[in-house]
């Protein structure tokens, strides 16, 4: 019998039969609360009306218009609608499928506009899997080892993880940045470098905004050099973080923006931002592939802006955000297993640690299991696997997030006693 590749590692055991907003009905005929939404891409939850009427009306009037072919409705209004909420100045869009597909388009049109070389990427950033975004990815080593070599001129630097340096976030931020412009003096010069690539929080790589300062301290640096900041929002975008983008909690903003998950409720779609002067200097056709900016995404990409809008949900992503983190905060005064937890908005992670501070992992993964029995979906993230994160759908309600916590709180509590 035919069967499912062991390399995929399932979190769960669910088998989904249906689902609807924030619940999964499983085919063991349980309902499970969401709070993975497919690693945080339903942002209107699941079949959210409206995304699911304009896939359905798309699917009947053209399913597949390849963009460098013919061009579609649903992409030229979808590029309307971005343009209401991408930061000034980024008036030019390219799109592609997946997260990994942009992050290397963003790549590949830095190292275009700049005619550098190299990239700079910060310890624990995730950005996809394809072998191009994995050699950008330092979220832990599962991620690249054993498909060596990876592509080359990538350079890591510090990012600035104050909980786990045991400092505060301003000490953290200036020890990053000091690293590097170390790493700017003595390995990649900045002629020679390209892009600084980041994330306005960590996701697989523990759930940890990145402070707003050292999002400040990039921006300072790639005007004085020349380097183009980019801004990984694949997974903190589109009101995750309880603003539209993450990277606005800061000062900074990107000189390309990288989107895809929440952006269409599920349907495969992904972008890249950048001005027009930018993306000019990647010559026509630099850029493609047969699926970009399928027209059925597109319209459902369409539908979800639409939803956000309407329902303010990236308000709501704030206010209940607020409330997850309070009771995950008060929560954590039980049990001391809990090192730290964190983030803003609806993507907020728990750091299990042991008494002498150390990750630890075995609890974090036997709490993840807990809450499946307790009828709550959640992952594990970070270079450890220390930390349980919490990913609810933007159209979350108050009482959800209540059961969440309730259920959260009778995992750990079933875990370590
Ligand atoms: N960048 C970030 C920040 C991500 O979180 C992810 C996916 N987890 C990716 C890139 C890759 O996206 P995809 O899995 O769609 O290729």
Known sequence: MTSLSPALKQATPVVVDHAL?????????????????????????????????????????????????????????????????????????????????????????????????????????????????????????????????????????????????????????????????????????????AAFLIEPALGDGGYLPTPPAFMEGLRERADKYGIQLIFDEVQAGVGRMGKFWGHQYSRATPDILITAKGIASGFPISAIAASTETMSKAWPGSQGGTYGGNA????????????????????NSRIRGEQLLTGLKDIQTRFPVIGDVRGRGLMLGIEFTGEDGKPDASTAAAVQQATTDQGLLTLTCGPAGNVVRLIPALVVTAEEIAAGLDRFEAAVGAVVG
């Open 296 to 315: 059925v995404s597109a319209a459902a990409g369409v539908a979800t802006l639409e939803v956000v809008k309407e329902e303010n949900l990236v308000e």
């Open 21 to 193: 907003g924030s619940w999964i009905h499983g085919t063991d005929g349980k309902d499970y609360l969401d709070f993975t939404t497919g690693i945080g891409v339903t942002s209107t939850g699941h079949c959210h009306p409206k995304v699911v009427a304009a896939a359905r009306e798309q699917v009947g009037k053209i399913i597949h218009a390849q963009y460098t072919t013919v061009m579609h409705k649903p992409l030229l209004e979808l590029t309307e609608k971005l343009g209401e909420v991408l930061p000034a100045g980024l008036d030019s869009v390219f799109y592609a499928n997946s997260g990994s597909e942009a992050v290397e388009a963003a790549i590949r049109l830095a190292r275009m506009a700049t005619a550098r070389p190299n990239i700079v990427v910060f310890q624990g950033g995730f950005h996809g899997r394809t072998v191009a975004a994995a050699s950008l990815t330092t979220a832990g080593t599962k991620f690249s080892a054993g498909f060596s070599p990876l592509m080359a001129g990538v350079h890591m630097s510090a990012f600035p993880y104050a909980y786990r340096y045991g400092w505060d976030e301003a000490a953290a931020v200036r020890f990053a940045l000091q690293e590097l412009d170390y790493l700017l003096q003595t390995r990649t010069a900045p002629n020679d470098t």
